[in-house]
């Protein structure tokens, strides 16, 4: 995806003549059902309903359905739920486990401790919050949202922004088919629809591709710090009755990651049995030769977490992207003809590990600034005044209070960096905001992270069980990912010779370990030479890390046809 590809347009032309697409209008068009996007329909939809008033409000999904693709732990802070709907429990939202025991445990190779929770800042505590499927909860806030009148089409990936004649945002292009593996058209070539609105609002998640080009095309980012994220893996086990233990939250750092590599391990308990076991790495991680899915694997050999899957089957398997900048990486938020909302401006809490709240709200903000500059009579310019709610918000609050950890984490490590963190959020907490730290800054990106390959051993890891620890390719089934093989890789490379020529004697090329996913290899001829770099697109489960930890920025992520991905249940 590049500017090159945008389509320019005026607002009165209606559909491009020379794409041979038509056009629909819309007051809001959003792009994403993800938390923030069903939020900001359904706000949409009752704000019109109490002012006796009409908005149509599409929303677009790149999923073949709402779900397919979310992904999250999931333990949810109800908040928002309870400001959007306040009958949701009447309504049977499937925030079907309440939280009855929250632990906080440090692995070592040969044991653990279980550290007291009490010293920890009271919004660390998960009393009061759901396990649940976020794929689920979507599901469910989709059917909330058309029966208001909201408009849902999943399968329908926006791949190009459609610009008015002044530059600003006029919609998006979605729903285009057919293409080939070498670009042609092919027989059942669909061009797509554009789909045009007075605001378009982009939740399409950590490290979306239309996001991507709207922070660079208005400098969304200026002034602001480089965005930092994790990459989260999750597997759902059933495990036997006397292994289930409903509303167990436990929460873990240390092994097997060292003190330099930040991440850890969550595990919750919730539903027909389920155990949703997540690890999560920080991906300003220095060690080239680290592969999060094989320490994932490792992770689960350890008596602590294996005592809770003995006797159980993994079902189901995912990675994603997760966002870690925080409050000093939050973009601008709005650009001309509309806005940024969820995890596409990086909302999440990280020490909580929780952002689907945050990216409610988000959507619900975004919905009541767009909802009074339409029925203004406004369209197309920037809206400011979501920013300034953003501002005032809950939201930004929490944001601010947790603003240090991260770069706490990456300066000391994760022990002392804990201790630091925890501090610092309990002075910020009681001195009305006040850090001793003042607001530390992040640094390098992700990518500029990346040790090299010379200065670190490589990692030889132990071959999966098929019990506990599998492999990437059967992992990757789980996740009832597909993708159509005569199409064009979604995956791009800027310059196909620099993973040889660069990024394999620099840095061990180290998208063959990062990918969670087992969609790049280096392969060898007979003789063990002449290296040449493989892209399996089809085995991608859209996690977004590739564009993300590449040491040479050389991979970009863009949208394949849509339905294509994974399909995750109960994820």
Avoid at 64 to 82: F, N, Q, R, T
């Amino acid at each position: 995806m590049s500017e090159d590809h945008l389509a320019d347009q005026g607002a009165d032309q209606g559909a491009d003549p020379d794409s041979g697409r038509e056009a629909m209008e819309y007051d809001v068009v959003i792009v994403g059902a993800g938390p923030a996007g069903l939020a900001a329909a359904i706000r949409l939809k009752q704000l019109a309903q109490a002012a006796g008033a009409e908005i149509s409000v599409a929303v677009l999904e790149k999923g073949s359905e709402v779900g397919a693709h979310i992904l999250s732990g999931a333990v949810i802070d109800p908040i928002s739920m309870d400001e959007l709907i306040p009958d949701w429990k009447a309504l049977g939202a499937p925030l079907e486990t309440a939280v009855s025991d929250d632990k906080f445990v440090m692995l070592g190779p040969q044991g653990s401790l279980e550290i007291p929770t009490w010293p920890m800042p009271g919004f660390m505590h998960n009393k009061g919050n759901y396990i649940a499927s976020l794929g689920n909860v979507c599901r469910w806030l989709a059917g909330q949202a058309e029966a208001l009148g909201v408009e849902i089409y999943p399968g329908m990936a926006a791949s190009d922004l459609v610009l008015a004649a002044d530059g600003s945002v006029r919609g998006v292009v979605a729903g285009v088919f057919g293409v080939d593996k070498d670009g042609n058209k092919g027989a059942d070539y669909q061009p797509g629809v554009e789909l045009l609105a007075k605001y378009t609002f982009i939740g399409e998640g950590v490290r979306g591709s239309l996001a991507k080009v709207l922070k660079a095309r208005f400098n969304l980012g200026d002034g602001r710090e480089p965005e930092k994220y994790g990459i989260g893996l999750k597997e759902l086990w059933q495990v036997p009755a006397d292994r289930f233990l409903p509303g167990l939250v436990v929460h873990t750092v240390g092994w097997p990651l060292d003190n330099q590599t930040g991440g850890g391990s969550f595990m919750y308990h919730f539903g027909d049995n389920y155990v949703a076991l997540g690890f999560v790495v920080h991906l300003n991680y220095k060690n080239p030769w680290i592969s999060p899915f094989d320490e994932f694997q490792r992770l689960k050999h350890h008596p602590e977490i294996a005592k809770h899957l003995e006797g159980g089957r993994r079902i189901s398997y995912g990675a994603r992207a997760i966002s870690e900048g925080g409050l000093q990486s939050v973009p601008k938020l709005h650009f001309p003809g509309g806005v940024l909302v969820g995890d596409s401006a990086g909302f999440m809490n990280v020490p909580r590990i929780k952002g689907s709240h945050n990216a409610m709200k988000s959507g619900m903000l975004a919905a009541e600034a767009a909802f009074a500059a339409i029925q203004a009579g406004r369209s197309g310019d920037e809206l400011v005044e979501y920013e300034q709610a953003y501002r005032g918000s809950r939201v930004r609050k929490e944001l601010h209070t947790v603003r240090n950890a991260k770069p706490l984490w990456s300066r000391f490590g994760t022990m002392p960096g804990s201790a630091f963190a925890i501090f610092d959020m309990w002075c910020t907490s009681l001195l009305g905001g006040f850090s001793l730290f003042g607001t530390l800054k992040h640094g390098k990106t992700d990518a500029e992270s990346t040790g090299l390959a010379k200065d670190y051993e490589p990692i030889v890891y132990p071959k999966p069980d098929g019990v506990l620890s599998f492999d990437k390719l059967s992992s990757v089934f789980l996740s009832n990912t597909n993708h159509d093989e005569n199409q064009p890789a979604h995956l791009k490379l800027k310059d196909p010779a620099v993973p040889i020529m660069v990024n394999l004697p620099k840095y061990g090329e180290p998208a063959r370990l990062y990918c969670p996913a087992g969609v790049y290899e280096v392969l060898y001829d007979d003789k063990g030479e002449n290296p040449r770099f493989q892209i399996n697109f089809q085995n991608c489960v859209h996690c977004k890390t590739c564009d993300i930890k590449d040491p040479s920025q050389n991979i970009n992520w863009t949208t394949p046809q849509g339905g294509d991905g994974p399909n995750y249940p109960n994820m």
